[in-house]
């Protein structure tokens, strides 16, 4: 039995009176790669934005590697508003800021491209490596933290030469073709070394040669840099090969849960996405 | 090897700068028409640290803060406050007995404090502030700075700010000498570049470039926003006790709004996001303001005909117009966020190409 590395419990997130997350629950294991699928709309980037803290949920709780890392209960006007489940279940609030979750070890990328945009691909990947800093600001004002400064530059290269990006070190971000930029920000992510990468619909405006060839590097770095990874994504070529286990959520509740052959064949997942009722 | 070589021609170019401006200051008299030069020269060079203190907010960190001449006032008060020699207290405080403050310390300690001051207040104003976001900011910042204005020349506070007498007889070493404001306002940006060098730069320029990316790669936005703005406002402090150098007394209603609004032209023309274009600028804007365009407010009669609109404040007209020609037309500023560097020459000149050793480890 593989351990639980993410736990989503009962998570609701309501926005006004419109419930986009609704009583969600699921588990990632390590080592594996689950995705997460579902019209537009169904609530999957709030989701994730839940996970990584950008915002709180409504309720519920979110752990990992078996800490409490979110929770949340209805409060004031949300208590009156609040139309989801399991009202009650939970009374702390926690709720960190993303950079305190990156830190913990979840990384992830985003749905629109979110590259530094002044700055050349190595620098990107450089930023990533502020997070583990030991010098403070007057030390590193003053340049008196050399070793370190050599130890994040080191890193990045090797990032970028691991994740054959060399050639495009001294680019400016922004003007790399589509799918690099792409790789760029999953390298950026990985810089920040986590042990859990959310990919936010990686292949999103890729051809079919470019989903191929990142179907082929989002399992390589899985393996690579012993990820566990869980991601939004449109592409059911790229989801159906590679997944381990796949979600389906539809107006924010998940409606399937399963192995590829399971959700292919699952009436719930062709209504959602094909509309109207199933013949049998 | 080559480090070294590149540090070994700035301080020999320093070296000869410091000399240069020692010869002229020897040279020219107060009467000569180029004494106003040196008037340029020292409050161009005290611009200079406020305007590189204010690109560091807007420029390199994407905070856009209008209250830079709040921090200066309080830098210029801090110092002025601390420097009255003891003796001369009773009369410039003749309003208020003498004041509260009944010692002075020496002047380089005093430029310290009105820093540490500056910064201060900066902390203090950061934590409701910065949690506001681009014009927000701006508002809210340059309240803080018409506040505090307001707040110094109150008659309760008079036994510590003179209310709204001037304060004076403090020492002037900016004032009597060019060497001063350059060589400390030199040091202050040498420190802000080596900070913007940094990681932490890196960090500001990510906060900058994108806030949402830079929180999930584990930045956190308030600490670092504090950090600049804190930084910012103590070299702010800095350049307002320059200043009172400079002016040889201190008046808070002359750090109005007109004044951030000069240091963010600055900041502007010489290219948001460039050290060099801010030093540039600011040496460009002060001589126009104070020497170059004085012509334009004389009278000029050439034979029997007078030249039309030469009169009084037809510089600000023609300056004005400059200004919206450069915002029209150039609106990255002179530099951009290029910077102006001695190694880039020194490449451009031996022809080897930059990209060769862009992002090189320094």
Known sequence: MRETVLKVENVTMQFGGVIAVDNMNLVVKKGEIVSMIGPNGAGKTTAFNVITGVYPPTNGAVYFNGEKIVENHPQGKMKKLYKGENNGQYSHVLAPTPDRITKLGIARTFQNIRLFKSQTVFENILIAEHLRRTSNLFSATFHLNGAEEAQMRSEADELLHILELDDVRDEMATSLPYGKQRRVEVARALATKPSLLLLDEPAAGMNPQETDELTAFIGRIRDDFNLTIFMIEHHMDLVMEISDRIYVLDFGKTIAEGIPEEIQNNPRVIEAYLGGAVDE | ?362
């Open chain 2, 1 to 362: 090897m080559k480090k070294k070589k590149e540090l070994v021609i700035s301080l020999v170019l320093i070296a000869v700068l410091i000399g240069i401006l020692r010869l002229m200051e020897i040279n020219i008299s107060p009467q000569s028409k180029w004494a106003m030069l040196m008037t340029v020269l020292k409050k161009g060079s005290i611009y200079a640290l406020v305007a590189v203190s204010m690109n560091l907010l807007n420029g390199f960190t994407g905070l856009f803060s209008l209250g830079q001449a709040g921090f200066m006032m309080i830098g210029a008060y801090t110092y002025a406050i601390f420097t009255i020699p003891a003796d001369q207290r009773e009369m410039v405080y003749m309003y208020y007995n003498g004041g509260i403050v009944k010692f002075a310390i020496p002047a380089i300690c005093g430029v310290l404090l009105a820093g540490v001051f500056a910064a201060f207040f900066a902390f203090l104003i950061g934590i409701p502030v910065l949690r506001l976001k681009s014009d927000y900011l701006a508002i809210a910042t340059l309240g803080f700075a018409e506040i505090m204005r307001a707040l110094f020349q109150w008659d309760t506070l008079g036994p510590l700010t003179n209310g709204s007498n001037m304060l004076r007889s403090y020492p002037t070493p900016a004032s009597a000498s060019v060497i001063y404001p350059f060589v400390v306002s030199g040091v202050c940006i040498a420190v802000i570049v080596l900070m913007i060098n940094s990681t932490y730069g890196r960090a500001f320029k990510a906060i900058r470039d994108d806030e949402i990316a830079a929180e999930a790669m584990g930045i956190n936005l308030a600490h670092h926003k504090r950090i600049a703005f804190t930084v910012s406002s103590f070299f702010a402090g800095i350049s307002g006790a320059l200043l009172a150098m400079f002016q040889t007394n201190v008046q808070a209603k002359s750090f109005n709004s007109a004044m951030t609004y000069e240091i963010l032209l600055i900041v502007v023309i010489g290219g948001i996001g460039s050290v060099t274009g801010s030093v540039i600028s600011s040496f460009l804007f002060i001589a126009c303001s104070e020497w170059l365009l004085r012509f334009l407010d004389e009278q000029h009669v050439i034979g029997e005909f007078t030249v039309p609109l030469m009169r009084s404040g037809f510089r600000k007209v023609v300056f004005s117009i400059i200004i919206m020609v450069i915002v029209l037309f150039f609106r990255q500023g002179i530099m951009g966020t290029r910077e102006f560097s001695i190694s880039g020459i020194l490449n451009k000149i031996s022809g080897r190409s930059r990209k060769a050793q862009k992002g090189e480890p320094k």
